[in-house]
């Protein structure tokens, strides 16, 4: 009896996964390439989800195990669109778990929240150039969390800080100079205040092919430039010391391979010249 209902269960479940599987098939072929989200890709925008009702999420804790800080983060990252607040209630400061809490609370103090590019070489040699000068700045994002590096191209920022130049972040951009990103990172170390680099946040950047060696020295030089700029004594410090480790671990790739060039042409030339000798 016991078998024929777990079997029964089995049945029902399998045949509720087989009809969501097979809505999800129908609203992707009709573009949807959200519906493993919410069937209605219209009822994920912005202006309807800011209408969705207030939601309080209660947390009662006690103790704290292997595994709860990453279940309370997975709650706290939940994709409600609405108003929402999570409160976590514990007997005593002295619980096991208010120390757990209290680091996973800090690490919600987002200051700035970043992602950054992987360029994908188009065969020529500027984009191999180039792919070969963003690699030692992609160690940087390649945390999977906490950095103290941002790229300019993407990223996010509370609103306020800009309405009420918070950490003269507006002052700071406007007298800085050019460089956004390094100013903004020099701003949050001065700061102590956090940058974090999702590691989903990776956006595949297919290069141009007809991208040529002087376009990659132009490219340079403006790199170059954008160094120069900075917001105060830190950030300048902070900009030559990424200009010298980033000439180091460039040279760093790319002497080998003009060594290994020069042995092979030095060893073609003295069978060349031993041939000639014979």
């Excluded at 479940?13 to 949807?32: C, D, F, P, S, W």
């Excluded at 997975?74 to 096991?96: K, M, N, R, W």
Aim: net charge neutral; hydrophobic share 40%; charged share 15%.
């Amino acid at each position: 009896m016991i078998c024929l209902i777990l079997a029964f269960g089995w049945a029902c479940a399998a045949y509720v996964r087989n009809r969501e599987i097979k809505q999800m098939k129908k609203e992707m072929k009709h573009g949807n390439s959200f519906v493993f989200l919410y069937h209605d890709i219209n009822e994920l925008e912005h202006s309807k989800q800011t209408n969705l009702p207030r939601v309080t999420v209660v947390m009662p804790l006690k103790g704290f195990g292997e595994h709860n800080l990453h279940n309370w983060r997975t709650q706290i990252t939940s994709l409600y669109g609405g108003p929402v607040e999570f409160l976590f209630v514990l007997e005593s400061a002295e619980d096991p778990a208010y120390p757990a809490v209290s680091r996973l609370l800090k690490e919600f103090q987002i200051f700035i929240q970043t992602g950054y590019p992987l360029d994908l070489p188009s065969g020529s040699l500027g984009s191999y150039c180039i792919y070969e000068y963003h690699m030692p700045c992609s160690m940087g994002f390649a945390t999977g969390g906490k950095t103290f590096f941002l790229w300019g191209g993407c990223m996010m920022m509370h609103a306020d800080d800009f309405r009420n130049d918070n950490y003269s972040v507006v002052s700071g951009l406007r007298d800085g100079g050019y460089s956004d990103d390094m100013t903004l990172a020099a701003i949050a170390g001065a700061h102590n205040k956090l940058i974090t680099s999702p590691p989903v946040a990776v956006f595949p950047h297919p290069l141009a092919s007809d991208l040529n060696f002087s376009r990659y020295w132009n490219y340079m030089r403006k790199q170059t430039f954008v160094l120069e700029s900075y917001v105060s004594k830190v950030n300048w410090i902070m900009n030559r010391a990424l200009f010298t480790t980033h000439c180091y671990l460039s040279w760093g790739f790319v002497a080998p391979y003009v060594m290994a060039v020069i042995h092979v042409a030095a060893a073609l030339r003295m069978c060349f010249i031993r041939q000639e000798e014979a």
